[in-house]
């Protein structure tokens, strides 16, 4: 079958950037963050950054991506190499190093998407509904190879999406985001008439001005709008391959933005409510959605049809977000290794996936590989691609891949927040990462 090297529409293209942004980090670490750091004024402190990374940082990435027409090795192998052949071979030595980051989060990432699918099932035929729910998620959290079956669906039916390139990216996306919005819509209307839901909504919107003063607030709201957007330096370079000439990357970076931002408020009207209503930690983290949000389901009327929305649009929004880290090294080894057919790398992939991450299925060894993945690798990642296209690519080159497409012209601002006001941020939260142990 023929592979669709391009996204056939506008929509499409966002509708995917989109489906990368929108996952766990909206959906339990937007909320957490949000509760646990001055509510309205982290919020606000929030959309600043976000503002500012997909004006900068996010539409670099894009127009990377489609200047260099490949994944992330030859796109900094491209970059490096405006200033010669031989940065050129370095930069392509260096891109192994994000890449590697798409790799290890999608690997970890895909034990989370397959305990969803686990409370997808067991809410489906009703276990999980009549079980304690802390007790429901210690036994198969805890267990080695407990989840196996789950993984293999999870894993491998994410890569058979991949199978048309853009073209299966799309069209799965034009179903599963339109999907997710509706279905936390709904769950949103229904926690608005829960007893105490305003209390939520309250500690949600009034800033708590006092949280300003606080560095450490800002830099979680930085790092929370920088890895919610993808901005990674590896997985958007892909989706940005497959964008036409005729788009403007920062018009559509933008509208990836809002979306994930609409996303993640959505979100937070979801679980802070809910969580007042019913007097439970927002800051919960991952047991927010095994133990926190099934514990108040079991309460509700047509809990369990409740349930099983909820994790069907957890579903869509983890499988979209795997499909983008997938297909980042997808396409960069199809292009280091021209000889290898898509079918050969998805299968080689498979096999990675599942080696690594069924051994790691257990919250206590996934939840440090994750951790360990998120200090070092990526936030290094994210560093060295800002770094890349701000300070080592030519200036002009740069600002001439960024205008393709567009009808308003980007020149010395732009740059310029790039190079002074982007790439500082991103080696602060590399800095504060490394430093300071801090998995964003």
Known sequence: MKKTKNFASRWGFILASVGSAVGMAN???FPNKLGSNGGGAFLLIYLLFVFIFSYVGLPAEFAMGRRARTGTLGTYESAWATRGKGFGKAGGILGWLPLAGSLCIAIGYAVIVTYILKALVDSLVGTLMT?????????FSSTPMSVVPYHII??????????????SIEKTNKIMMPLFFLIFIVLAVRVAFLPGAAEGYKFMFTPRWEALTDPMIWIWAMGQAFFSLSVTGSGMIVYGAYLSDEEDVVGVAQHTALFDTIAAVVAALVIIPACFAYGQDVGAGPSLLFVTLPTILQDLPLGRLFAIILYVAMIFAGVSSLQNM??????????KFPKLSRTAVLAILCVLCLGFGIGMEPISKWGPWMDLVSIYIIPIGATLGAISWFYVMKKSELLNAVNTGSTKQRGKLWYSIGRYVYVPL????????LFMQVAF
Request: overall charge negative; glycine content about 10%; proline content about 0%.
């Open 154 to 167: 999870v894993v491998a039916g994410t890569l058979l999406t991949l199978y048309l390139g853009a073209h």
């Open 326 to 335: 997938f297909e980042a090294v997808a396409e960069s080894l199809m292009h």
């Open 426 to 433: 991103a080696l602060i939260l590399c800095c504060v990462a």
């Open 131 to 139: 079980a304690d729910a802390a007790a429901w998620f210690g036994e």
């Open 27 to 29: 959906v339990w670490g």
